[in-house]
């Protein structure tokens, strides 16, 4: 998975990407969090507030900061949704 915690390096984005980090770790993730602070790059992607969760390059979560109980929900449907896709 490309997991993608974005913002502008604030006290909240570095919050989200540290809750997001804990989840993973927590979940057995073993793909790195990017920490992702290009405005440009952000603005388009279409996120127009920060912090954000990206996974796989679909929006999961915009403009609030994440808990580590609502990363992990969000990491596990992601996750959820690649290996349903490869089951018969």
Same mark, same amino acid.
């Given at each position: 998975m490309k997991i993608q915690?974005?913002?502008?390096?604030?006290?909240r984005s570095v919050a989200?990407?540290?809750? %997001? %980090?804990k989840a993973a770790k927590e979940l057995g993730i073993s793909d790195e969090v990017e920490f992702y602070k290009d405005s $440009?790059?952000?603005?388009?992607m279409?996120?127009?507030?920060t912090p954000a969760? %990206?996974? $796989?390059?679909? %929006?999961?979560?915009m403009g609030r900061v994440l808990t580590v109980e609502q990363a992990k929900e969000l990491l596990l449907k992601e996750k959820k949704k690649k290996t349903d896709c490869c089951q018969n």
């Open positions: 915690a974005l913002g502008c390096g604030c006290k989200n990407y540290e809750a %997001v %980090v $440009d790059g952000i603005l388009a279409g996120i127009m507030s969760l %990206v996974i $796989d390059n679909k %929006v999961y979560a």
